[in-house]
Each structure stands twice: as C-alpha cells, then as structure tokens.
Nanobody, 127 residues
Framework: QFQLVESGGGLVQPGGSLRLSCAAS????????IGWFRQAPGKEREGVSC????????NFADSVKGRFTIFRDNAKNTVYLQMNSLNPEDTAVYYC????????????????????WGQGTLVTASS
C-alpha cells in the first residue's frame, strides 16, 4: 500500500528555517509528481510547491517564491521542502501529496490532481 509520511514540522521564530520531509513506502517516488500543500486555521488548503516526476521541474506559490525550495533524494525515497525566512503567515498544517503522471512535464498546484496524501505536519512560526 502506497503511503506518505510527513515530518519536520515544529515551532520556529519568525525569520527561521525548517526542512519538511515527505517519505514514501509501498512505491518509489522518483516518477511521481509530489506536491506540498498547507492549511491554516479557518482557511482552505492551498498549494505551496511541487516537483515533477518526469524532469524534475518545480513550481511555487507566489507567497513562498524565493524563500522555499523543493528537492528529491531518490536514494531515500523522500522529497523535501526547505523553508527559509518563515513568517507567522506560514503557520499551517503542511501536507505532501503524490500523483503518477509520467506523460506530464510540469507539476501542478491544484489539489484535485493529487491521489495520495499524507497526514500532515504542523508548522508554527511565532515569537
């Protein structure tokens, strides 16, 4: 059974950094599109970043461009979200998601595209 598990969340001061991990079991991640999404209290879930399984191209929400990066470690079957310069508006539960779309060259930040979801990890940026 294909499962995703997020880790790395926690409490960080504004301006700090965190690295989230999305580890897979039951299949290899290297050909899947992987997306990171977040949901703040009282708000809808939104796309943050994604990485394409075919060519490795990436996409970012405007609110995190220049601060977040996404990358894979295929040997560890894990995708990471490096988050720098965190601010209180980044506080949310962060989810990773996966979809197998080998014919697509670009990933998308639409929730409806993704088939598999993790349980989420809480990130709190606060002093």
């Amino acid at each position: 059974q294909f499962q995703l598990v997020e880790s790395g969340g926690g409490l960080v001061q504004p301006g700090g950094s965190l690295r989230l991990s999305c580890a897979a079991s039951g299949s290899t991640l290297d050909r899947y599109d992987i997306g990171w999404f977040r949901q703040a209290p009282g708000k809808e879930r939104e796309g943050v970043s994604c990485i394409n399984g075919r060519g490795g191209s990436t996409n970012f929400a405007d609110s995190v461009k220049g601060r977040f990066t996404i990358f894979r470690d295929n040997a560890k079957n894990t995708v990471y979200l490096q988050m720098n310069s965190l601010n209180p508006e980044d506080t949310a539960v962060y989810y990773c998601a996966a979809v197998y779309r080998p014919l697509f060259r670009q990933c998308e930040l639409r929730l409806s595209v993704y088939r598999y979801w993790g349980q989420g990890t809480l990130v709190t940026a606060s002093s």
